[in-house]
C-alpha cells in the first residue's frame, strides 16, 4: 500500500513550507522539506550597490532575523576594508545580537514551539488557560524588542548600526530602561526552562546529528570568526564553501547543504552543546541540570537549549549594559573604511543557527559578487533525515498522528523560511 | 440582547521577509487585548487553527511573486469584504522588485539558482493591485506599530484609516532635526517618500533610503535627481538608492531606461 502524508503548509513558522513523505509497505520511500516561498534574489540585487547602504538590503532578507543579517552583512564588509572597530561598538553589537536573541526565542519558545505540547493550535487560545505565562512572554519579547529600538532604531529593520559603528550612540536612559525590563523579565525566561523540562518531549526523531556552530572565543555568544564541528574540528569562517556544500533542488527554493556528505543541525542545541563550558551563571547552573535529557541525539531539545539561551541572553544583556555604563558612552564616531576591490566574509549566529555573507567589492566599494548561507537552508537536509527517522518508528500510526508530528519536528528547528529563499550562487 | 458578532479577520503572507505580521506580534502590550476583538479565522505564522469561511478583513503582506502566491491571492480576495495591503512588498515589491525592469527573470534564476527560469514558477515580484482590488494600503518595510493598530481600531468603529500624503521631510522639520540633504550632504530620500515614520533616520542622523516608499502621483523624482547631481552623486548611484524601495515605481522604471540608453549611446560612440 502506497500513503503520501503531506502537511501542506506548516503553520507557526515564518514563511511558507511544505512536507511530504512516501510510504510503501513498511517502508519510506521518500521524504521531501520543500520551500516553496517564493525566490528572492538578494544576492542578484545588491550587485552595483555601494557597500554603505549594502546592509539596509541584506537586512531585509529576514525581519525575525533582522540584525543577524545586519551584522553579518556589517562584518563581512569590515572584513574586505580591514575595518577596526572600537570596544564600544564590540559591546553595542554584542548587545544588539542578544537583544535580538530574547525577541526571536521569546517568540518560538512560547508562542510557536510550546502550545504543540500544550496541546492549543496557538498561544492566543493557549492564554485562556495560561494568562499570566503568556503575559509574561510578551514582556520578555518586549525587553528584547527594547534592545532593538535601542540599539539599532527599530524593532524590525533598523539602521543605527552601521559599517564602522553606530550612528547614533543610546543615552545613559535608555540604556538603563533597558537593563530594568531585564531585571523585571530575567524569571520568565528561567520559566521557559521550566516550562520544557517539565513537558515530555518525545523521541521518536532520535538519530545522529552532526552539530555545528561558531566558536565565540572565551565567553559564550554569538559572534565569531571560527567554526566548531561536533566531530572535534575547528575552522575559519572563510572555509564555509567546504563545510556547507550547498546544492540546488528541484523541489525546494531553498538550497540544500551537508558536511561530509551528511545532514547536519545547526541552531541553539548545536551552540549549547559545542560551548557548554562556556556558559556562566545561571545559564551554566540550568545546562548543568538539564544535561542528562539535552542530547544531541533529539532535535526537539532545540526548545529546551533556546530557552537557556533566553536566560543567558537576558544576563549578558545587563553585564553588557553594565560595562557600557561604568567606561561611560562616548560619541565616538564612524570608524572610516577605505573601500578597495576585495573580497570579505563574515558569519554570526542569528537565533536559528550559522549565518554566513560573503560579497565580493569592486575598487569603488559597489558589490560585484555575493553569496549568502542561511542556517534554514542549513538545516533543510536534517529536517529531512528526522522526518524519515520519525516516519520509520512511527510507521503504523494513522496520518493526522504524523502529519502532527512532522510538523513538532519542524517547528523544533525554528525554521526561518524567508531567509533560505535567496541563497547561494551556483560555483561554476 | 446577542454579542454583537466579532469580525471575522485573516493575516496573510505572499513572499516577503514576514517583517509586516511582525510588527503586528511586536504590538506586545495590547496584542491580547487587540487580537481578542476579533473572530481570526486564519494566521498562518501565528497559529495551527484555520477555518476557510469569509473574511471581513484579509490583512495581507508580501509581494506576489510566483504563480502559487498569485492562485492564493486570488482566492483571498474571494473570500474576503475588505483586503488591505500591510507592508511595501504587498503595495510595490519592496527591494524584491528593485531590478524590475532591470534586470530578467531568466537572468535572476541564473544568477543565483544557476538553472533557467522555468526550474521554478517565479514571476516578476508586484505587489496585491497589479492582480486584484486592494481597499486600503498601509505603507512601510516594515509597516509601523502604530499606523497598523490606528488603522485596525478604526475599522473596529467602521471607519476607513487616513492615508498619508505628505513626504518625510515634513516630520523632519517638525522635529526640527538638522537636514542631512541640506546640511551634511548626504543623498536624503525625504522629499520622495511618504511620511509617518516621524523621521526616524535623520533623527539618528542618517539619511532617509526610502523603505516606506514614494508618495503616489506627488513624488517629484526628476528633481531629487537634480539636487542629488548637484551635490556631486553619480546617476548609477542615485537610481540604485532610488530603487531599493521603488523598482516598480514608474518615474524610476523611465530614469532607468534614459539612463542605459545614454550609456549605450556612449559605447556606441
Same mark, same amino acid.
Given at each position: ?6 502537511? /501542506? ?42 557597500? /554603505?547602504?549594502?546592509?539596509? $538590503? ?14 553579518? &552583512?556589517?562584518?563581512?564588509?569590515? =572584513? ?62 518586549? +525587553? ?11 524593532? #524590525? ?9 553606530? &550612528?547614533?550612540?543610546? &543615552?545613559?536612559? /535608555? ?7 531585564? #531585571? ?100 551554566? /547552573? ?6 542528562? $535529557? ?52 563574515? +558569519? ?22 555575493? =553569496? ?45 523560511? &524567508? ?10 | ?37 476579533? *473572530? ?9 487553527? !484555520? ?59 541564473? !544568477? ?113 535627481? !537634480?539636487?542629488?547631481? *548637484? ?39
Amino acid at each position: 500500500m502506497r500513503r503520501v502524508i503531506e502537511v /501542506e503548509e506548516l503553520t507557526r513558522v515564518e514563511g511558507h513550507g511544505r512536507i511530504e513523505v512516501v510510504i510503501e509497505g513498511t517502508e519510506v520511500k521518500d521524504v521531501k522539506m520543500a520551500i516553496f516561498e517564493g525566490p528572492r534574489f538578494f544576492e542578484a540585487f545588491i550587485e552595483s550597490v555601494h557597500y /554603505e547602504k549594502v546592509p539596509d $538590503i541584506m537586512r531585509r532578507i529576514c525581519a525575525i532575523c533582522t540584525a543577524s543579517h545586519s551584522l553579518a &552583512s556589517i562584518r563581512t564588509i569590515e =572584513n574586505a576594508f580591514d575595518v577596526k572597530v572600537t570596544e564600544q561598538t564590540r559591546i553595542l553589537r554584542d548587545l544588539l545580537i542578544h537583544g535580538e536573541m530574547i525577541e526571536s526565542h521569546a517568540l518560538h519558545v512560547f508562542m510557536l514551539a510550546l502550545p504543540d505540547f500544550l496541546g492549543f493550535p496557538d498561544a492566543i487560545r493557549m492564554a485562556s488557560k495560561y494568562p499570566e505565562e503568556v503575559k509574561a512572554a510578551l514582556q520578555l519579547k518586549h +525587553a528584547g524588542n527594547m534592545v532593538h529600538n535601542v540599539v539599532s532604531g527599530r524593532e #524590525v529593520h533598523g539602521m543605527n548600526e552601521r559599517v564602522g559603528g553606530f &550612528s547614533k550612540i543610546p &543615552s545613559e536612559k /535608555e540604556l538603563k530602561d533597558i537593563r530594568a525590563a531585564m #531585571v523585571s523579565t530575567k524569571q520568565t525566561a528561567e520559566l521557559a526552562v521550566d516550562l520544557f523540562a517539565k513537558v515530555e518531549i518525545p523521541k521518536y526523531a532520535e538519530s545522529e546529528n552532526t552539530l555545528m556552530a561558531l566558536d565565540p572565543g572565551e565567553k559564550y555568544g554569538f559572534i565569531g570568526d571560527y567554526v566548531l564541528v561536533s566531530d572535534g574540528t575547528r575552522h575559519p569562517v572563510q572555509d564555509y564553501p567546504s563545510l556547507t556544500n550547498e546544492r540546488t533542488v528541484k523541489h525546494s527554493h531553498a538550497k540544500f547543504s551537508s558536511y561530509k556528505g551528511s545532514s547536519y543541525m545547526v541552531g541553539a542545541l548545536s551552540r549549547i552543546l559545542l560551548n557548554r563550558d562556556k556558559l556562566e551563571g545561571t545559564a551554566a /547552573e540550568l545546562y548543568e541540570e538539564h544535561k542528562d $535529557i539535552l542530547t544531541s541525539r533529539n532535535t526537539l531539545m532545540n526548545n529546551l537549549a533556546q530557552a537557556i539561551e533566553l536566560v543567558h541572553s537576558v544576563d549578558r544583556c545587563i553585564e553588557d549594559i553594565d560595562i557600557l555604563l561604568s567606561n561611560g558612552l562616548k560619541n565616538e564616531g564612524l570608524v572610516e573604511a577605505e573601500p578597495r576591490a576585495s573580497r570579505g566574509i563574515g +558569519a554570526v549566529e542569528a537565533p536559528r543557527g550559522t549565518l554566513y555573507h560573503d560579497y565580493t567589492f569592486d575598487e569603488n566599494g559597489c558589490v560585484v559578487k555575493a =553569496n549568502v548561507i542561511t542556517p534554514t537552508a542549513q538545516n533543510a537536509a536534517n529536517m529531512e533525515k528526522d522526518y524519515r527517522v520519525a516516519a520509520e518508528r512511527l510507521i503504523k500510526e494513522p496520518d493526522e498522528k504524523l502529519i502532527n508530528v512532522f510538523e513538532i519536528i519542524a517547528r523544533a528547528y525554528d525554521p526561518c523560511i &524567508s531567509c533560505s529563499v535567496h541563497l547561494t550562487r551556483i560555483q561554476k | 440582547m446577542a454579542k454583537p458578532e466579532k469580525p471575522k479577520i485573516g493575516i496573510f503572507s505572499l513572499t516577503g521577509c514576514g517583517g509586516d505580521q511582525l510588527m503586528i506580534l511586536n504590538l506586545e502590550p495590547v496584542l491580547l487585548d487587540l487580537l481578542s476583538r476579533f *473572530d481570526i479565522k486564519d494566521f498562518q505564522e501565528g497559529s495551527s487553527y !484555520k477555518e476557510d469561511v469569509e473574511l471581513d478583513i484579509a490583512l495581507v503582506e508580501g509581494s506576489v511573486s510566483t504563480k502559487t502566491d498569485l492562485e492564493k491571492l486570488k482566492k483571498i480576495r474571494e473570500r474576503s469584504k475588505m483586503l488591505i495591503a500591510i507592508g511595501d512588498c504587498a503595495i510595490g515589491g519592496c527591494v524584491q522588485a528593485m531590478r524590475n525592469g532591470q534586470m530578467s527573470m531568466e537572468e535572476r534564476m541564473k !544568477k543565483v539558482y544557476g538553472v533557467s527560469e522555468d526550474y521554478y514558477d517565479v514571476l516578476e515580484p508586484k505587489g496585491l493591485s497589479s492582480y486584484v482590488k486592494v481597499d486600503l494600503e498601509i505603507p512601510g518595510c516594515p509597516i509601523e506599530k502604530d499606523e497598523i493598530l490606528h488603522a485596525i481600531t478604526s475599522l473596529l468603529h467602521g471607519d476607513m484609516p487616513e492615508e498619508i500624503d505628505y513626504p518625510v521631510c515634513v516630520e523632519c522639520k517638525l522635529n526640527g532635526y538638522p537636514c542631512v540633504l541640506v546640511e551634511k550632504g548626504m543623498p536624503c530620500l525625504g522629499p520622495l517618500v511618504t511620511a509617518g515614520c516621524n523621521a526616524r533616520c535623520p533623527r539618528l542622523g542618517l539619511d532617509c533610503i526610502g523603505c516606506r516608499g514614494p508618495i503616489s502621483d506627488e513624488a517629484n523624482v526628476a528633481a531629487e535627481l !537634480k539636487v542629488l547631481l *548637484d551635490k556631486g552623486y553619480d546617476e548609477e548611484y542615485i537610481l540604485n538608492r532610488l530603487r531599493f524601495f521603488g523598482g516598480n515605481f514608474e518615474d524610476i522604471q523611465n530614469l532607468t531606461k534614459k539612463l542605459s540608453e545614454k550609456s549605450e549611446k556612449k559605447e556606441g560612440e
